[in-house]
């Protein structure tokens, strides 16, 4: 007997790409969502444009304004206590849970994308830093193998993901968030459970919140009106800012 047929409405399949866009920073915190571009890019009328950004307002990753039309919501301090514990409880479990399901092919690829991370920091490659740090942390979830823990996970980021994957960060938030990376790969490799889910925990409630308060602070201060998507910086010098998860 064949399996029945899914079948997706347009608008669902825009929901990804789009949510995707605004986790690389393509669409950034507090900017308009430009809807004919979209429709444009997708080969689409607006109307399934409109009704997939309903359900990424419904989210909360963006807002619906009246007149104004969709934009990139801000992240705010309320929220900052509200979804940041969350988050580190997600990344705790899914710790645990690695090092219970953890292969040695899969310790042998978080080392490698690990190894390739601290090769883009001594780079100053803040893209594909950026890049391979998000990988890391969607690792741990893909190797606990829960389906469920991992679809909250990429809610949450998706919502966060600014202050996290994003915005420019102190030299000295990024050497730690370093640091503490370094400490979550040999956690994993000594398959040590209880270890490695600590340093996740701290890892999002120490560094990411801090980075995260930092960011709204500078823009109740008007110093910086949104969070700029990274780009590369010159060769054979660190850099004063950077980026880090």
């Not at 039309?69 to 990344?91: D, K, N, W």
């Not at 500078?218 to 910086?233: F, N, T």
Request: glycine share 6%; hydrophobic share 45%; charged share 25%.
């Amino acid at each position: 007997m064949s399996s029945p047929i899914v079948r997706h409405s347009l608008h669902e399949s825009l929901v990804a790409p789009l949510r995707e866009m605004i986790l690389q920073g393509e669409l950034r915190p507090g900017e308009k969502v430009p809807e004919e571009q979209l429709c444009e890019r997708f080969g689409v009328s607006r109307t399934p444009i409109r009704e997939a950004l309903k359900v990424l307002a419904a989210e909360g990753v963006l807002q619906i304004l009246p007149h104004r039309g969709a934009i990139v919501a801000r992240i705010t301090e309320e929220q900052i206590e509200e979804l940041f514990p969350i988050m580190a409880s997600l990344e705790r479990l899914a710790g645990l849970l690695a090092c219970q399901n953890a292969t040695d092919a899969d310790v042998a690829r978080m080392r490698a994308l690990h190894e390739r991370m601290i090769a883009c920091y001594e780079a100053d490659d803040e893209v594909e830093y950026l890049r391979h740090n998000r990988l890391i942390h969607e690792g741990f979830f893909t190797i606990a193998g829960n389906a469920t823990l991992s679809a909250f996970y990429q809610q949450i980021l998706t919502r966060i993901h600014a202050c996290r994957f994003v915005v420019r960060k102190s030299r000295e938030h990024w050497q730690a968030a370093v640091a503490e990376h370094a400490q979550m790969i040999e956690a994993l490799e000594a398959r040590d459970a209880p270890r490695l889910a600590t340093i996740l925990e701290t890892h999002v409630t120490g560094t990411t919140v801090g980075i995260a308060r930092a960011f709204v602070g500078r823009l109740k201060a008007g110093g910086e009106a949104q969070a700029e998507p990274a780009r590369p910086k010159p060769r054979g010098r660190k850099p004063t800012a950077a980026l880090t998860g």
